[in-house]
């Protein structure tokens, strides 16, 4: 399967285990795929729904994809945007990364939004305390070469062509507002922070969270999808243990790299948790728990 990776890049992002999350996604063609935790969007973008409500808490991914669909972000004058930035970056190196950053941190334009998140460390997007963008620069003068610049335009071109022909809503909001909008024609995903990792100002999530959103799920006249952990090598994730018989739940493995090395990959059991039955499930034998 094509994966079409999204113009903004974030921790936690689905692009490995996009197939494995379509192929058991069940949209009725009358409903809208909401999206309360969207990140970089991938896994919506990529299921291309009719109608679709995407929101996150964060305020500067949903301004950047407003901005998309008011034609304010356009792949071409992003383009022009970062081949300006680029050669600027090219001749000063970090301390033109570190004058967007701080340029981004008072007056919060997606243009300077983008740049940071593709040339920031790790592709993170972390912000601190009072909400400042925090992340490093990424040590790579030269990032903007033509051909990267290429890619990110035709990953931004794609989410263009689609918010004109799709009817696509992206609202900055809590989770729990979104998921009580849901009606039954909806079809709701899921992918909340997961509990103690890449913790920042816009990914804070306690234990209380987890235990709100599964009330709110298993009241939810929606079908859901909720992507989340299962286990690691240490450790087990108690609070799905306690949904096993309520809902249906499917395993899969995954590695996460921990910083450049192949050496430095972390396995983990994803797991993904319906309150349907997936017809898929019928068609072929699959591993779940
Ligand atoms: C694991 S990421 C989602 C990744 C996404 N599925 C992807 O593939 O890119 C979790 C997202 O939840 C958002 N978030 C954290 N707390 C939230 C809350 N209380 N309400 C809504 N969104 C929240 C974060 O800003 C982050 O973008």
Redesign the pocket.
Known sequence: MKVHVPPIK??????KLIGWITEFAELSPAGRWV?????????GFNMRPERALF????PH?ITFYNAIKSGYVTATKAKAFLEREGAFLAQKGESHYYQIRERFNTGQDPFDFLFLSRACFNGV?RFNKKGRYNVPFGHKPERFAPAYVTKITNQIRYVESAVRQYDWSFVC???QD?IRSCTEADFLYC????AGR?TDY????SEK?EQLLLELLSATPAKFML?TWHSNKYRQNLMLAQQADRFLVLTREHFYHVGASEGNRNAMIEALVLNYTPARLYETSVCYK
Do not use: L, R
């Open positions: 974030c921790q936690g992002i689905k692009t999206e309360p935790f969207m990140g970089s969007g991938v896994v929101a996150d808490i964060n991914i997007i909001a809590d989770f979104i992918d909340p922070p997961y890449h816009f990914n804070a999530w969270d992507s």
